[in-house]
């Protein structure tokens, strides 16, 4: 069994930031990609950024310039720096994590997310 669990949400003002991580544990040999995703309340679930093992980084354009992703893959921890907060980043985070089990599943982990509110 294979989990992910983030922390380091909470309710911030416009212009403030915010780091959220993500750890994952369990029967996991090698990590592929790491990434976030953000729901807004009435909208569809997005990707915000993502890691790959070989080291390819991708952004939404709309957090582009102010958040970062830092994954570490060999500890199974993913980072999310979110520096000039606006109220349209206001959503559940969910870290999202493709591992290979050490029984040679793939698999893909969500966590349970964690809420972030930017307040104008």
């Known amino acids: 069994q294979v989990q992910a669990v983030e922390s380091g949400g909470g309710l911030v003002q416009s212009g403030g930031s915010l780091r959220l991580s993500c750890a994952a544990s369990?029967?996991?040999?090698?990590?592929?990609?790491m990434a976030w995703y953000r729901q807004a309340p009435g909208k569809a679930r997005e990707l915000v950024a993502l890691?790959?093992?070989?080291?390819?980084?991708n952004y939404i354009d709309s957090v582009k310039g102010r958040f970062t992703i830092s994954p570490d893959m060999a500890k199974y921890k993913v980072d999310l720096q979110m520096n000039s907060l606006k109220p349209e980043d206001t959503a559940v985070y969910y870290c999202?994590?493709?591992?290979?089990?050490?029984?040679?599943?793939?698999?893909?982990?969500w966590g349970q997310g964690t809420l972030v509110t930017v307040s104008s």
């Open positions: 890691a790959t093992r070989g080291g390819m980084q």
């Open positions: 999202n994590v493709e591992v290979v089990t050490t029984r040679s599943r793939q698999l893909e982990v």
């Open positions: 369990g029967a996991i040999s090698r990590i592929n990609a």
